[in-house]
C-alpha cells in the first residue's frame, strides 16, 4: 500500500504542476490574441417601387456624401463600385475580428459594389461590401510592428448597406 499512496501523491503533484502551468502567462498570448469576426447575415438586396434613374442618382448622393469616389460607373449594366484604400470609417462599416491590448487595426481597405437594376415597374439594388486590413502588434513604447504571418478577416457590420438602402428608398 505504500507504493500505492507514493504513486497516487505523484500523479496528484503531477496533475497540479500541469494545472499551473496550463493557467499561467503564456508570454502574454491573450494580448497578442486575434479572433476573427463571424460573419453575420445581413441584408444586401432591396426592391423599390420607384424609377431606376433616380435610384441611380440618389446612389451617386449617397457615395459622394460618404466621402466615398465611385471608381466605376456603368449605367447600361447597373454597376457602381468604389474602393478605398486606408478608409478611417472602414471599421465603423466592418467587423475586423477581436484583438488582446497589444495587438491593433490598421484602416480598412474598403470595396463596395452596388448593382441596380430594373425588375417590372420596380428597381432593385444590391450591395456588396468587403474589406482587408493589416495587424499590427503595439510595442510598450507605442511603435506598431506589422504582423504579415496574420492575415485578418473583414466583413460587413450591415450598417453600410442601412444606410445606403435608407438613402435610395427616400
Not at 500523479?11 to 479572433?35: F, H, I, K, P, W
Not at 450591415?158 to 428608398?169: D, I, N, R, V, W
Amino acid at each position: 500500500m505504500d507504493e500505492r499512496s507514493s504513486m497516487k501523491k505523484i500523479v496528484g503533484v503531477a496533475l497540479a504542476l500541469l494545472m499551473a502551468g496550463c493557467a499561467s502567462d503564456n508570454n502574454g498570448g491573450e494580448q497578442y490574441r486575434y479572433t476573427p469576426p463571424v460573419a453575420k447575415a445581413t441584408n444586401n438586396t432591396q426592391e423599390m417601387q420607384i424609377p431606376v434613374d433616380l435610384v441611380w442618382a440618389r446612389a451617386e448622393k449617397w457615395f459622394g456624401d460618404h466621402g466615398l469616389n465611385i471608381e466605376n460607373s456603368q449605367r447600361g449594366s447597373g454597376l457602381m463600385t468604389a474602393n478605398v484604400e486606408n478608409s478611417a470609417d472602414g471599421l465603423e462599416w466592418l467587423d475586423c475580428g477581436t484583438m488582446g491590448s497589444k495587438v491593433a487595426l490598421g484602416n480598412p481597405n474598403l470595396q463596395i459594389n452596388l448593382i441596380i437594376t430594373q425588375s417590372g415597374n420596380n428597381s432593385v439594388a444590391t450591395v456588396n461590401v468587403k474589406g482587408n486590413t493589416q495587424l499590427y502588434f503595439v510595442e510598450s513604447s507605442g511603435e506598431r510592428v506589422p504582423a504579415p504571418s496574420i492575415t485578418p478577416v473583414c466583413v460587413s457590420r450591415g450598417s453600410l448597406e442601412q444606410s445606403l438602402f435608407s438613402t435610395l428608398a427616400n
